[in-house]
């Protein structure tokens, strides 16, 4: 083939779903000339499965990309249809907004947002080839021939990374939903030297909102109390007309009539091959694998106001099209419904996540980065913290600043990218609640108080954002300090009232901040019993935020100095390309572990699988002595 020359970047980011997008926003934000390059431009930002984002753990990140400077709260917060806060009977550290996007509102406003970003190319093409010159990524090659150089290149090609559909017996070469599958450049990332896996994940049916009969079934509607994804969005701008979603279950006959097909079912034939995701199976991976439980939850899930898809959340499946519809006409409420489109399974390419930096770039290959489902995720907004992750470290490396490495204490992207690259997959990553030791500080309602500081020094922030951010710690710290200096006396008004809520009345004063400690005490109990607040009244954000902080307060230390301990092993450096099997003394597993690894901290080290604390105390006084031997190139 001839090859022509095209435009040159600072960064080329290559594909432009969820990942793609955050990642070629954060590089032009920062000043970067950048391209984005995808296959159909129709799909950008597009939501091939679940048409939602958040969720437990999940909806935490998505709050994480919005301190950091990143787009999908403010997106979703532009084009929700329904918002709900999940697991509000419970403490703070799990509760998780979710919110119903509408799915063509969502992608075409993500496509908007780019096409006016002024250092930002968006352009429809296929990338064959990245180019490799000594070990350092330059640039891409199109199908159509057009050599693009750039200082740094980001992959985030998803699912289409040689994408195969699988629907019963049938199997053939498609992306998501249909679209263009990227089979040379996965070809050619396998040619480069990374090693690759194969990995699998699915969707269930859509079916014709008119064909259900929702009388039968259970509203779930959003909430009324305001709530939003995105620091910036006002709660005059909460959607009041809210769409509902609706739930019912499956029952034995559904059960029964996928017993009888899973001779026919491509998960259990050999036909599918990919490794699914052990938190998301299938409708007949839960029948085999639950085969006690009498039923199955099915949320079904408005797609948009401008169509009549319904997305039937909990049926995942790859059973041939008339066992979908068998399946459909089985489950209360939907006898009649009209199937518009076949679930299916998808297997794809991915990078094994051991070969990258935690600041996503690969090992063997400068300037070339990864992210989203290529590293083995699930899950739009997994693939969305990590494509801002690639995209702002990519633009650092280029303006020769210090990369944005985030520790497990500072936010579940931070969890997500460690676990990735320290730990790997060996199935679909989704990011859990349980996956965070320190969940108790990485919470919803606090993302900006941890991250927008980080987010403002790399120029990702801007100083609207900065400033309310800055006058909403300051007002929490100012009245927390307050509440410190102002003693309640037990009078008739005040005993009265302890009693009308249960709560112990007091034998002598007590102090408004010790008070507030008990659980069945609210900061709006306080107010009419203490001083009037000067100056600017609190949010209920703000008031939120200090509840929580005198409430766990004890519990919240006692993370703190978890945190700092990690902190002292996080600044102990390993020397890079260290030969492990010079080290005398190393168990078996832990040296072949290391050398695999080849972690940058003495905290990552001791998080492999299979290194314990022995091998940590010998690996620091080799490197204390520097009795350090270099692998052989």
């Keep these: 083939m001839q090859y022509y020359e095209g435009e040159s970047f600072d960064v080329i980011v290559v594909g432009g779903g969820h990942a793609g997008s955050e990642a070629a926003l954060a590089s032009s934000r920062m000043g970067l000339k950048t391209m984005l390059i995808t296959l159909n431009l129709d799909m950008v930002a597009f939501m091939p499965c679940n048409p939602s984002v958040g969720g437990p753990a999940k909806g935490v990140v998505v709050r994480e990309i919005d301190a950091l400077g990143g787009e999908m709260g403010k997106n979703i917060d532009k084009t929700y249809i329904?918002?709900?806060?999940?697991?509000?009977?419970?403490?703070?550290?799990?509760?998780?907004?979710?919110?119903?996007?509408?799915?063509?509102?969502?992608?075409?406003?993500?496509?908007?947002?780019?096409?006016?970003?002024?250092?930002?190319?968006?352009?429809q093409g296929i990338v064959d080839q990245i180019i490799v010159e000594d070990g350092v990524c330059r640039g891409v090659i199109t199908s159509a021939g057009t050599k693009h150089y750039a200082k740094a290149v980001v992959i985030t090609a998803g699912t289409a990374l040689r994408g195969e559909i699988i629907i019963g017996e049938l199997k053939y070469s498609s992306g998501p939903n249909n679209s263009l599958p990227a089979v040379a450049l996965a070809d050619n990332l396998k040619e480069l030297g990374l090693e690759i896996e194969r990995f699998k994940t699915g969707t269930p049916p859509r079916i014709k909102a008119s064909s259900i009969d929702y009388s039968v079934t259970e509203i779930q509607p959003g909430d009324e109390?305001?709530?939003?994804?995105?620091?910036?969005?006002?709660?005059?701008?909460?959607?009041?007309?809210?769409?509902?979603?609706?739930?019912?279950?499956?029952?034995?006959?559904?059960?029964?009539?996928?017993?009888?097909?899973?001779?026919?079912?491509?998960?259990?034939?050999?036909?599918?091959?990919?490794?699914?995701?052990?938190?998301?199976?299938?409708?007949?991976?839960?029948?085999?694998?639950?085969?006690?439980?009498?039923?199955?939850?099915?949320?079904?899930?408005?797609?948009?106001?401008?169509?009549?898809?319904?997305?039937v959340q909990g049926l995942s499946s790859s059973l041939p099209e008339d066992v979908q519809m068998d399946v459909l006409h089985s489950v209360v409420g939907l006898e009649?419904?009209?199937?518009?489109?076949?679930?299916?399974?998808?297997?794809?390419?991915?990078?094994?996540?051991?070969?990258?930096?935690?600041t996503l770039e690969t090992k063997n290959i400068?300037?070339?980065?990864?992210?989203g489902q290529t590293n083995g995720t699930s899950g739009y907004e997994e693939a969305a913290s990590q494509g801002l992750i690639a995209g702002i470290n990519a633009a650092l490396k280029i303006q020769g600043k210090e990369p944005l490495v985030l520790k497990r204490s500072d936010g579940y992207i931070g969890v997500m990218i460690d676990d990735l690259v320290t730990k790997g997959t060996t199935e679909p990553y989704r990011l859990l609640t349980s996956r965070a030791e320190y969940r108790l500080i990485l919470r919803h309602?606090?993302?900006?108080?941890r991250l927008t500081q980080m987010g403002y020094d790399i120029g990702l922030v801007k100083d609207e954002q900065y400033n309310a951010y800055k006058k909403k710690k300051a007002a929490v710290a100012e009245e927390i300090e307050r509440l410190k200096g102002i003693r309640l006396k037990p009078t008739a008004e005040l005993q009265a009232f302890l009693e009308s809520i249960n709560s112990a009345t007091l034998k002598d004063g007590i102090l408004a901040y010790e008070?507030?400690?008990?659980?069945?005490?609210?900061?709006?109990?306080?107010?009419?019993?203490?001083?009037?607040?000067?100056?600017?009244?609190?949010?209920?954000?703000?008031?939120?935020?200090?509840?929580?902080?005198i409430k766990y307060e004890g519990y919240i230390k006692k993370a703190m100095e978890k945190v700092d301990k990690l902190k002292r092993m996080e600044s102990k450096r390993i020397p890079e390309r260290i030969d492990y099997e010079a080290i005398n003394g190393l168990a078996t597993e832990a040296r072949q572990k290391l050398q695999k690894i080849q972690?940058?901290?003495?905290?990552?080290?001791?998080r492999i699988s299979g290194v314990n604390p022995a091998d940590i105390s010998i690996l620091m006084?080799?490197?204390?002595?520097?009795?350090?031997?270099?692998?052989?190139?």
């Excluded at 400068?366 to 992210?371: Q, S």
């Excluded at 309602?445 to 108080?449: E, T």
């Excluded at 002595?625 to 190139?633: R, S």
Aim: proline share 7%; with cysteine.
């Design 82 to 123: 329904q918002m709900r806060m999940l697991n509000t009977g419970k403490g703070p550290a799990v509760r998780a907004l979710r919110a119903q996007a509408d799915k063509q509102a969502y992608a075409a406003e993500m496509k908007h947002v780019i096409e006016q970003e002024d250092l930002l190319s968006l352009r």
């Design 225 to 311: 109390t305001p709530n939003h994804f995105s620091f910036a969005t006002p709660d005059s701008k909460y959607l009041q007309d809210q769409v509902p979603c609706w739930l019912t279950y499956t029952n034995p006959t559904t059960h029964q009539i996928i017993q009888n097909n899973l001779h026919r079912a491509p998960m259990f034939t050999g036909i599918v091959e990919g490794v699914g995701a052990r938190y998301c199976p299938s409708i007949e991976d839960k029948i085999v694998r639950f085969a006690d439980k009498e039923r199955h939850q099915i949320f079904l899930e408005p797609e948009g106001l401008n169509t009549e898809e319904v997305y």
């Design 336 to 358: 009649n419904a009209q199937m518009m489109r076949t679930g299916y399974a998808i297997e794809y390419d991915v990078v094994v996540p051991h070969q990258l930096r935690p």
């Design 366 to 371: 400068e300037n070339l980065y990864t992210a």
């Design 445 to 449: 309602d606090n993302a900006d108080l």
């Design 515 to 549: 008070i507030l400690r008990r659980p069945e005490i609210s900061y709006a109990h306080l107010v009419p019993f203490i001083p009037e607040k000067p100056g600017e009244a609190l949010t209920n954000k703000e008031i939120e935020q200090i509840e929580i902080q």
């Design 599 to 606: 972690p940058e901290t003495i905290a990552q080290a001791s």
């Design 621 to 633: 006084v080799y490197i204390e002595q520097g009795k350090i031997a270099k692998v052989k190139e």
